[in-house]
């Protein structure tokens, strides 16, 4: 991963473009949800309107239909190739796929703009502590590669910059995930630990921490989860913690 040191000023655009034309050519592959549900980086439906010659748009199976496919992948390309700017390549890309793009982005990706996808793909993708493509030392190295003003918001910054210099953190783990404690995502508010660790009728642990300020990379508000990006080797006694209905019942 790039180095704050070694990053370009301005992100290369040729370069990113390039990139994703290597991503739109991978395979459509189907998934087992549906038929119309499909893996690629530029959609995730196999059932797309394309542009015919005549303006109008029809309906093509990109699936089972060779022609369309060709079509499709020309029309996403000239897309491409007219982008004026990084973003919009990167709000061309699906959520599945996010993360994966900036790891091969990010050695031609200006420091801004790595902040920029960073932030954006964090809060987009399903579970990005488990995300496939990236390591948590690779994630990790991505968050330290940016000053962290760069990855908030101001009411964020705002927040980080006022944390106490020792910051307690909670996080809700199911059956799931319950191998991943040792996680960069926890939360400043143990309520929102009770939630990840009761969703989809689990009945899951919440563990109590602390880290030093100094290894908090970044606080992440919006998806009202009180997100906090951690160094997970810095984290401090780690431990279960009764819930609170339990407190309450047994206070009975």
């Not at 190739?81 to 990706?109: G, S, W």
Request: net charge negative; with cysteine; glycine share 4%.
């Amino acid at each position: 991963m790039a180095s704050k040191r070694n990053r370009p000023a301005e992100t290369d655009l040729r370069k990113l473009k390039v990139l994703a034309h290597t991503f739109l050519e991978l395979d459509i592959e189907p998934t087992k949800i549906s038929p119309l549900v499909v893996k690629h980086p530029f959609t995730d439906n196999g059932i797309v309107g394309i542009r015919k010659e005549d303006g109008n748009i029809t309906v093509a199976d990109l699936t089972s239909d060779p022609t369309s496919l060709r079509v499709w992948r020309e029309q996403c390309g000239r897309l491409i190739d007219n982008a004026e700017k990084p973003f919009e390549i990167f709000q061309m890309i699906t959520n599945p796929y996010k993360l994966a793009f900036l790891k091969h982005a990010a050695p031609f990706l200006s420091e801004q703009d790595t902040a920029l996808f960073l932030s954006q793909a964090w809060i987009i993708t399903e579970a990005p502590n488990a995300d496939p493509n990236l390591s948590k030392r690779e994630l990790l190295s991505l968050f330290r590669s940016v000053d962290p003003q760069k990855l908030m918001d101001e009411e964020e910054y705002g927040l980080f910059c006022g944390l106490d210099d020792v910051v307690t953190v909670y996080r809700g783990v199911t059956t799931y995930n319950a191998q991943n404690v040792k996680a960069l995502s926890w939360t400043l508010n143990r309520d929102i630990a009770e939630w990840f660790a009761h969703r989809f009728g689990e009945h899951g642990t919440v563990y109590e921490t602390q880290i030093p300020k100094e290894h908090i990379c970044a606080v992440f508000l919006g998806r009202n989860e009180a997100e906090v990006i951690v160094d997970p080797k810095h984290l401090l006694d780690i431990a279960p913690v009764q819930e609170q209905g339990e407190v309450f019942e047994q206070s009975m």
